[in-house]
């Protein structure tokens, strides 16, 4: 009897032994799949911590490069802009002056043959005014006009630089054709020649 | 042995055998614990090194853009200068230009 309680006492013991182990393993391998898991979860995390960051990083780039880009565009526009602007002042200028020079007359007899054909009446007025322009030779040019058509010499520069206005007696057609209108119709290309000229662009 | 005595030595076993699993659990738990603190200090190690990152991704973005922005800025003043330059190089074959072309000669 002794023999079979020393075999059932080793058997109790022996199973909770064996439960025992079972208990361990279980927790080992759970322990084991919780840090797995943990450790995954967190390179996940970490992975979504730097792909923002690696896109706010381009956002600050762009934010930064941008505004200064945008500022120094800006500030060769305006440069541009002053240098084509102090050419145009010379041409006013020089324009203003013009009437000393050997381009005046060959101009003057185009601005005034272009404004009576531009009118296109047989009693057309012509008005011009120049600085410093020789009335002698202006009062000349009207002796040569066509028949019916009014000379008139302005003691002032048409339009503050000088130029030519024709029109009908009546004033209902009217062409501009002074130095200033000139420059505004042809603004787009004044400007294209002054760059190119200046900026070779 | 008489009867008492098996009856008591099966009880002391059985006792002994609960302590055996009880002792196991209680390791178990620790096991589980010491897990769970594990977990904790790998997300805390690996979200703490991300930031690290950030901070210095950031950083260095900000530095390389403002040194870009800076390198702009010398490029738009060198330019501009040359502007000048230009002006006065070529700015009377310029006026010389816009007259012929108000003038229509």
């Not at chain 1, 059932?8 to 182990?21: P, Q, V």
């Not at chain 2, 009856?7 to 614990?33: G, M, N, P, S």
């Not at chain 2, 897990?35 to 805390?44: H, I, L, N």
Request: charge should be neutral; charged fraction near 35%.
């Amino acid at each position: 009897m002794a023999e079979s309680l020393e075999k059932l006492h080793n058997r109790i013991l022996s199973d909770a032994k064996l439960r025992a182990a079972d208990v361990i393993r279980e927790a080992e391998e759970k322990a084991r799949q919780i840090v797995d898991d943990s450790r995954a979860q967190a390179q996940k995390d970490a992975d979504e911590i730097l792909s923002k960051a690696n896109l706010e990083a381009e956002n600050i780039r762009r934010g930064i490069l941008s505004s200064r880009i945008r500022a120094n565009r800006l500030r060769i526009l305006d440069e541009k802009n002053q240098i084509v602007q102090g050419v145009l002042r010379s041409v006013e200028q020089s324009l203003s002056d013009v009437a000393s020079t050997d381009q005046f007359q060959p101009a003057l007899k185009r601005f005034v043959a272009e404004a009576i054909d531009a009118v296109g009446t047989d009693d057309t007025v012509v008005r011009v005014g120049f600085q410093n322009a020789e009335r002698k030779s202006l009062d000349s040019l009207g002796r040569t006009l066509p028949t019916g058509t009014r000379f008139v010499v302005e003691d002032k520069p048409i339009d503050d630089l000088g130029g030519v206005v024709a029109g009908d007696v009546g004033g209902k057609m009217i062409f501009n054709n002074s130095f200033r209108a000139r420059i505004e119709r042809l603004d787009n290309q004044l400007l294209t020649t002054i760059s190119s000229t200046i900026f070779g662009e | 042995m008489s009867g008492i005595e098996a009856v008591r030595k099966i009880v002391e076993t059985e006792a002994q055998a609960k302590r055996i699993i009880e002792d196991a659990k209680l390791k178990a738990k620790e096991i589980l614990e010491s897990a769970s603190a594990e977990a904790q200090r790998v997300r805390q190690t690996a979200i703490s090194s991300a930031d690290q990152d950030k901070a210095r991704i950031l950083k260095e973005a900000r530095e390389k853009a403002e040194a870009d922005a800076r390198s702009s800025d010398e490029e738009t003043s060198s330019l501009l200068e040359n502007y000048k330059k230009l002006f006065e190089n070529r700015k009377e074959v310029a006026v010389k230009k816009a007259i012929e072309l108000i003038l229509g000669g």
